[in-house]
């Protein structure tokens, strides 16, 4: 019931902006423009589902965009080495799990702010691949590697399929195993999760390896789109991300949120472009649109937090 009152937002001006479309411009639900639509989103949204373990835990990764770059880069060389599809993606999630490893052991080990340490990663890790690609693009990518091989009808419905299971996976495990009620633990009060045996530097630390891990799965997902890879992809990602989260009802501050609510999220703000375009709304509206839905979001919680608390303190003087 908790979660729902989080998700509830965000589920309703969803619901509304769906109603308005409908009405307005039923085309907007063609096939095809829901195909490209999720397209679009999904690295944002397998992402995001790392990034909501993350925050669950209080902290904050701002490098997600920059280690997406730099899976992306490497599952497109590993394919012009001659792996697989399969084998390249599985070395971009080995990439993306070890960056997020560097960051986790940095914040839960180290005792470096995640702010700090993600900010400085974002930036070193960005520099570094413009200075080993000296920002050239991956070309000539194997014929194999383009749609997992599959064909370019056939591909949206692997991708379909392959994030739901993933949402599913993590849906499941934050709700049913106990892993799931570390996380939430650390991120409600570390203090008292260490008292009542929670490892929380571990859980702080396999939060941040967990996100790695999605952050090389989406990087491999959308490289195989095409039939070239930028070394700048993934820029602003993490904006993106991190904005989901929060209208997905996930507290910045850590200990309550959702991965459903995430989902809600991702679907809210990435459908806001696309429906101005049909709407025959100036696209310029979108960012604008976009930054009141979060501050709105952020308000919220603000409120909420604030009511909380004041119902503990007059708890505790009664």
């Known amino acids: 019931m908790r979660n729902r009152r989080h998700v509830a937002p965000a589920a309703i001006a969803l619901a509304a902006l769906a109603a308005v479309l409908a009405v307005a411009a039923p085309g907007y639900f063609a096939p095809d423009n829901l195909r490209d639509l999720f397209l679009a989103n ?26 997406f770059a730099i899976c992306s880069v490497a599952a497109g060389a590993l394919a012009k080495a001659g792996l697989p599809a399969p084998a390249a993606a599985l070395g971009a999630c080995v990439v993306g799990v070890t960056l997020g490893a560097v960051n986790g052991a940095l914040v839960a080990y180290r005792g470096i702010p995640s702010i700090v340490a993600t900010l400085a990663a974002m930036v070193a890790l960005r520099d570094a691949l413009r200075w080993v690609t000296e920002g050239a693009w991956v070309q000539n990518l194997p014929a ?9 009808s056939s591909y ?14 993590v849906v499941v495990g934050m709700r049913h195993l106990a892993a799931g009620r570390w996380v939430y633990a650390t991120g409600s009060n570390a203090e008292s999760a260490r008292l009542a045996g929670i490892d929380t530097a571990l859980v702080t630390f396999w939060a941040f390896a967990a996100a790695g891990v999605f952050t090389g799965f989406a990087a491999a997902l959308n490289a195989v789109r095409f039939d070239q890879i930028p070394p700048n992809t993934g820029l602003g990602l993490e904006l993106q991300v991190i904005a989901a ?50 501050l709105a979001a952020v308000a919220v919680e603000a409120i909420r937090a604030r009511l909380q608390k004041n119902g503990r303190v007059l708890a505790n003087q009664s």
Do not use: C, H, K, N
Not at 144 to 152: I, N, P
């Open 156 to 169: 949206p419905l692997f991708a379909f399929l392959s994030v739901a299971i993933l949402v599913l996976v």
């Open 144 to 152: 194999g590697f383009q749609w997992f091989g599959l064909t370019q």
């Open 42 to 67: 999904m690295p944002v949204l397998i992402v995001a589902l790392g990034a909501t373990l993350v925050i669950l835990t209080g902290q904050i990764d701002i490098s997600s965009g920059s280690a």
């Open 245 to 294: 989260v929060v209208v997905g009802g996930t507290a910045i501050t850590g200990g309550r949120g959702s991965i459903v609510g995430t989902v809600l999220g991702v679907a809210l703000l990435g459908a806001i472009g696309p429906a101005l375009t049909f709407l025959g709304v100036s696209a310029y509206w979108e960012r604008a649109i976009q930054g009141g839905i979060i």
